[in-house]
């Protein structure tokens, strides 16, 4: 998916929601537990009821990972039937990786051909050769994980260094030579607004990938008045509070609810900064 | 596998090699492609033939994933034949995860509980609650990324911060915080070897997995110098010169021989080490 056709469906759905998929099988309705894949048919479920409010899901590799092979298959059923049913949303593979370039090769291709999906977050701690190999794909995004929205984060990604840049910020310095917004993205932390001000000012173009509203204690409108764009330039995500909204069997409806509100008031923030 | 018996492997093979199971299907022989799973006849094959000079094996995960859930299943049966016919030998999945807390925890279920590898390759960038989740697991080990053997290595880990450290040498000041050396090991290049003697006064005690000797340019006799200690304390890692010694019939013919002559070199450091 192009830059270009991801802010149209932002416009025409007045929404940058991005809703993550982390099927925990500890944590999925019961009922579900009888089905063929337990964890493909809460995913899909989730998203026919979601789809209307968002623009992007995001599957979490390690939740799939977690049951062996047949999460991993779960995974791939999951991509295919959103890339089948719901062609416009983008598909953000959650996985984290990064090694030396002939394996992150590897990763690339299992991702973006094997898997289909439009977009990978990738470690930055091993340097371009570990990124390159996923960049250079036509329509694929590296979403880059730039300052976390974990409390972990303050370990390395706030470290100063000897010219007084944070780490972090020095990760979107190099790593904006290596590619464009048309092709990059960053995973920014909601946690603390301000530091969203900081991204833009290195970054002021590239989409930002925001986790961290919600549950783990970002506020909406403060990652929309330091992080919105003309074009947007969020996705922000949510994961438990939308598809563990209920644990019954009207999850999909509950879930539906909780994206639907996300959605309004995106379409708020959407109008307010349109004037 | 505790610190105690990795030792005593180390001691009754002669022998520190750790053999990078890295299963390419476009370079393994072609008549393995007739196999049911070829990844896993060919790591099969490599481990029966490398199997009394090794002390570790260490697949890696992108190669397997490239293959889908075909792939993942030939790790899983890789895994589980080395434990069958190898116990001593310690398995290492070089996954270089790390995600926020509760997202790492499944990590570490699928690695160590599902899977029921030894220890797992980490990624520090996301700080101390993307690594406990590894952490506290019997006979576990997390092997975490200090210094890699990449070019891409010079653009962050290499970076100096404001209080003269280098990056990658406040990743070990603090992660050992996090861990002692029964159940951290730290991943450091061997291209150059005077780093290793950096990383030393940091974690005079930790085994270091030290991949890049051979293929990468780095030396057995430097890394040796700079980073063995009086229990050793290093695992050196060879893939493609031993798995890919030879693409034909013979290939695990030439990986023993390959992996023979490692082990005579190391049996030989060891010795001189020991007056």
Chains 1, 2 share one sequence.
């Not at 989409?207 to 909406?220: E, I, K, N, R, T």
Request: charged share 25%; hydrophobic share 40%.
């Amino acid at each position: 998916m192009t830059r270009q056709e991801l802010i149209s469906q932002i416009r025409q759905k007045e929404s940058f929601l991005c809703v993550g998929l982390d099927p925990d099988i500890k944590k999925i309705p019961a009922h579900l537990l009888r089905e063929p894949s337990p964890l493909y048919s809460f995913c899909k479920a989730i998203v026919d009821a979601t789809a209307p409010y968002a623009v992007a899901y995001k599957p979490n590799l390690a939740f799939f990972e977690a049951e062996g092979t047949e999460g991993l298959e779960a995974f791939g059923l999951t991509v295919e039937y959103i890339r089948l049913n719901y062609p416009d949303i983008l598909i953000i593979a959650d996985a984290k990786r990064g090694d030396i370039g002939n394996t992150s090769a590897l990763y690339a291709r299992s991702f973006f051909n094997h898997f289909g999906v439009d977009a990978v977050t990738v470690a930055p701690y091993m340097g371009i050769d570990s990124v390159n190999p996923f960049l250079g794909h036509e329509g694929k995004w590296v979403v880059l994980l730039a300052l976390t929205s974990n409390p972990g984060s303050a370990d390395f990604q706030m470290l100063r260094l000897a010219d007084g840049k944070r780490l972090f910020e020095q990760v979107l310095e190099t790593s904006k030579s290596w590619a464009g917004p048309d092709e990059m993205m960053y995973v920014v932390g909601a946690t603390r607004g301000e530091l969203i001000g900081d991204v833009r000012k290195i970054v002021p173009k590239n989409f930002l990938l925001v986790p961290g509203v919600g549950a783990q204690g970002g506020s909406l409108e403060d990652v929309c008045r330091y992080g919105m764009t003309k074009d947007c330039g969020l996705l922000v995500n949510s994961s438990r509070g939308i598809i563990y909204a209920s644990s019954d069997t009207d999850f999909a409806e509950s879930a539906a609810t909780e994206a639907r509100k996300l959605r309004d008031a995106m379409s708020a923030q959407l109008q307010s900064y349109r004037k």
